[in-house]
C-alpha cells in the first residue's frame, strides 16, 4: 500500500462527506458538488499513477482513452441537455456506474474462484450493477417518452420476486460449486432482465423514486467493489450514497405519500384504469373560461398564486410563466408561486426549471408557507397540476391519495385551472376542486395557453 | 462464519458507521434540493471507476476480452463522475443568480 495514495484516499473521502453535506444546504450546495468533484479527479489520477506495476504503454494509452474520451461525451451530453430533462440524464449517467460495477465483476470472477469473500462481493456487485443498469436504462426511456406504456404482466410480483429469488439461489449455488465464469455471464444476463422487469411496470411519475432507488443500488455496487480491493475511498462513497440515496428515497415517497411498497409493488401510480372517487357523489357543473376573461380576472386581482405543475414541465412553459409573472407585478398585482414538494418531474425540479427561467428565488413559496395566505388570494392559477391540489387528499377518507399534503387552493376567491383535457391526474382519481363555483377551467397546452394570456393582458 | 467475522471486523465497524455519516450529512435537506442532492450522489458513486482502473491495471497485456471491458468499463465510470458533477453544477448554478 503506497502512503501518497492511501493519503490521497482519505482527503478525497473527506471531500465526499463534506460535499454531501454542503449539498444539503442552498447556500453551500453549489461549493460542495465542486469540493467533491476534486476529490473524486485527484483520486483518479492518483490511482492510475500512483502504484508499484509495470504497466505497458498499450494500457496506459487505453486507460487514459477511455478517461478522455468519457469525459467529453460526459461533460458535453451533461452541457447540452435541457433542464426540463435532467432527471433522465441522471437516471441513464446512473446506469452508466451501474453497468461499470457489473463489468468489473465480470472480469475479475476467474482471479478470485475460490476465495469466498472476494467472490461473494463479485457476485453482489455483478447482480446490483446490472440491475441498477437495466432498470435505469428503462427508467430513461420511460421519462424521455421511448417506452410510452406500462407493460404490466399478469402477477407481476410474484413473477418478479421468484425471478429475484431464483437470481440469489443461481450466485450462491455459483459461489459454493466455484463456476467457471461463464456462469457469471449468464447471472450477468439473468440480473439484466430482472432490472427491466422490475422498473417496466411502474409510471412515469413514480420513476424519481425509483431513480433515487437505483441510485442507492449503484452506490452498494461501488461498495462491493471497496470490498474486493480493500479501497476505502470506494467503500467510503459507495456506502454514503448507498445509504443517503436510500434516505432520500423515503424523503421522496413521504412528500407524495406513497409508500416504497406501493411504487414498487403498485397501486394506482402503475394501473392505467380510473379509480373512481371514493364517494360517489355528484360531482356537478364545470365551467370554461376563455384566456380573455381569466386576463382581466387576473389584472383587476391584488394577489395572483401560480401553481405550477408536472404539465408546466412538460410543455416546457417556465419562461412564459416569468413573462406573465413581471407582466403582472408592472400592474401593480403581487405574485407568488406556490410549489408543492413533489412538483415537477422530481422533487425540486420546479424550482430548478423556474430558477432557470429567473424567477426570483424569494417568490417561490414552500406548501407550508402558502397555504395559510390562499384566504387572501384572489385569483389561483393552476398550471399543469391535478393531485397536489386536489381537495379530496384533505376531506375523502377513502380516497386512494387521502392524508397526502397538498396545497389549499380551494381556499382563494377564484382558481383559474389550465389543464390540456379532462383527464385525470397521475394517480387517476377525479378532482372535485374542477367542479367547484369558484373554479374555471381553461383547456389547452400549458405554454400556449399562458402565452394568449400574456398575450391578452398586453392589450389592458 | 466466526474467522469471518474476526477478519472482517473492522471494515463492519466502517459501513456501519458510513451509514450513519449518509444518513445524517442529509439528513435536513430541503425538498428543494432533492433532485441537486440525488445527481450530486450519483456523481459520488461513480468513484466505482476506481475499481475499473484497477481492472486495467492488473489486466495481461494479452487478454484482449477482459481489456476491451474494463476499457467500456473505465468509459462508463468517466461518464458516471464527469456527467454526475457537471450536471448538479448546472442545476446548482440556476440557485446562484437571484
Redesign the interface.
Known sequence: MNTLLQIIYLFASIT??V???M????LT??K???F??LG?TI??FG??LI?D?E??S??YV??F???I???A???I???K?K?TQ??E??S???G??G???A??S???YHHYIGV??AVISILAGLII?SISFSGSMIAFFKLNGTIKKNYSLPLKNTVNNLFLIGILIFAVYIQINNLPEIYTYILFVISLIYGVLFVLPIGGADM?VV??LL?SF??L???T?????D???????????????T??TF??CK?MNRSLSSVIFGSFGSSSSTVSGGSGKELGNMKEISASDAAVLMNYSKKVVIVPGYGLAVAQAQHIIHELELLLESKGVEVKYA?H??AGR????M??LL??S?V???K?S?MEEINPDFVNTDVVLIVGANDVVNPAANNDPSSPIYGMPILEVEKAKHIIVNKRSMNAGYAGIENELFYDPKTSMLFGDAKKAVTELVAELKQM | MENFILDNLELFYFVILAIFVGIEVIGKVPSVLHTPLMSGANAIHGVVILGAIIVMLNCNDNDYLNLSLGFIAVLLGTLNVVGGFVVTDRMLEMFKKK
Open positions: 465526499f462527506i460535499g454531501l453535506k449539498l444539503s444546504h442552498p450546495a453549489r460542495g458538488n465542486l467533491a468533484a473524486m483520486a483518479i490511482t492510475v502504484h506495476l504497466i505497458s498499450l494500457k487505453l486507460i482513452s477511455a478517461l474520451i468519457g469525459t461525451l460526459g461533460w451530453s451533461a452541457k441537455v433542464m435532467m432527471p440524464m441522471v441513464l449517467f446512473n452508466m456506474g453497468a461499470c460495477a463489468l468489473i465480470l472480469i475479475e469466498n469473500t450493477g424519481p431513480i433515487s441510485n449503484t452506490g455496487a461501488a461498495a467493489g471497496g470490498f474486493l480491493y479501497n476505502k475511498l470506494m467503500l467510503t462513497g459507495g456506502i454514503l450514497v448507498g445509504s443517503a440515496g434516505l432520500l424523503v421522496m412528500a410549489i414538494p413533489v422530481m422533487p425540486g425540479h424550482n430548478v430558477a432557470e429567473n426570483d428565488y424569494g417561490l414552500e
